[in-house]
């Protein structure tokens, strides 16, 4: 197991889940003083971007609701008055160390857009010079597909790759990934080092019990090789245990280390991977495959077996084999009526279909990513 020494970490990003600043459901203000002394304590020699859960939870208790609410309308409306009294609490806090904050409000579409991804990074360049500690949580106000399942987990790992961080720490409300659930196991041991997510790691992984928060043990594990893939280092730890993020920060064996990738994907890649929403998939055969995983070529129409959902030029699309395995994602250079029209075609008969000067690629090798790692996505059934 490799030594934890974090003294060279210079840009750490925290994520703290509703779980690690609630009690039963309310703000726990005593915890969130600890916390934030030992955060303050921290951005003295670092610079600290915070992901912090919370304002559905603080909406809620504002609004004297006895549970989170279940409906999209009635957990944004929650997230707007939470969201204030949130930053209101951290601003008091550090502010009283010496330090300002800067809300940051994101949603799926500053990662999916270049122009706005590259936008979001000069922000935080910025505020890092000006020494400002940056809350950053989705926009769930205006957001509909991000209030989900680890909404946030996903997040900090985003933006661990976005402003190139050196270390990703989310704190949950478990000691770390175990190998059972430990809350319905006894025999059930911490894992306290894993080399790389693989599909036995991801099935370690549970769901989210708090009945606060959102994410669980699953998100956690991807966000932790979302940061992996941009060379950050991730622990999973428990955010209630007594000063927990100084003793990361010293190298203490404390929850769940996961390492980063020796050869990272770069930022196009990982953009491919994590910051894009399929909007159809390509079914292709085994030969396809095997040229886009093992021979890393581009994607050819004469191995596409069937074209699903409706798309344009250049947008993102799965690739995915003939059982519906996903196996690769990337920018389609054809939309999708053209891609039916020549799919299982070769280049002499496209050609007669298109005319000259078409493009023999369906999804060029430089816009593909391999994503065989990541779970199948479920289908969501159709909106009432």
Request: proline share 5%; with cysteine; glycine share 10%.
């Amino acid at each position: 197991m490799p030594t934890r020494d974090f003294s060279k970490a210079r840009r750490i990003v925290i994520k703290l889940g509703t779980g690690v600043l609630t009690e039963r459901g309310h703000f726990d203000a005593i915890h969130f003083a600890r916390l934030t002394a030992d955060l303050a304590d921290i951005a003295k020699n670092h610079e600290l971007t915070l992901v912090s859960s919370g304002a559905v939870a603080l909406g809620v208790e504002r609004l004297g609701l006895s549970k989170r609410p279940k409906t999209v309308s009635s957990k944004q409306a929650a997230a707007a008055i939470g969201q204030g009294l949130l930053m209101n609490r951290y601003e008091n806090a550090f502010g009283a160390a010496g330090f300002c904050v800067a809300q940051v409000l994101l949603t799926h579409g500053d990662f999916s857009s270049r122009t706005r991804y590259l936008n979001a990074r000069r922000a935080f360049e910025c505020l890092f010079a000006h020494g400002a500690i940056p809350v950053v949580n989705e926009n769930d106000t205006v957001s509909v597909d991000e209030i989900k399942l680890g909404d946030n987990d996903n997040l900090a790992g985003l933006v661990a790759g976005l402003i190139s961080a050196d270390l990703l720490i989310i704190a949950s409300d478990v000691d770390g990934l175990y190998s059972a659930d430990p809350r319905v196991d006894p025999k059930a041991e911490r894992i306290s080092f894993v080399e790389a997510v693989t599909p036995e790691i991801e099935s370690l992984a549970g769901g989210s019990r708090s009945g606060v928060g959102t994410g669980g043990m699953a998100t956690k594990v991807h966000a932790a090789r979302c940061a992996a893939e941009a060379g950050v280092p991730t622990v999973i730890v428990n955010g209630k245990a007594p000063g927990i993020l100084p003793r990361v920060l010293s190298g203490e064996d404390v929850g769940t280390l996961f390492g980063a990738c020796l050869a990272p994907l770069s930022a196009r890649k990982r953009w491919l991977a994590h910051a894009l929403r399929p909007k159809g998939v390509l079914r292709v055969d085994d030969g396809a495959r095997n040229a886009v995983l093992t021979l890393k070529r581009s994607l050819l129409p004469s191995g596409i077996r069937a074209v699903e959902g409706d798309f344009g030029h250049g947008d993102p699309v799965d690739v995915a084999d003939l059982s519906g395995q996903v196996f690769a994602r990337g920018l389609c250079t054809h939309d999708s009526e053209t891609l039916r029209r020549i799919a299982g075609r070769h280049s002499d008969e496209i050609e007669a279909i298109l005319g000259q000067g078409f493009e023999e690629e369906a999804i060029h090798r430089d816009d593909l990513v391999d994503i065989s790692h990541e779970p199948t996505p479920t289908p969501r059934p159709p909106a009432a």
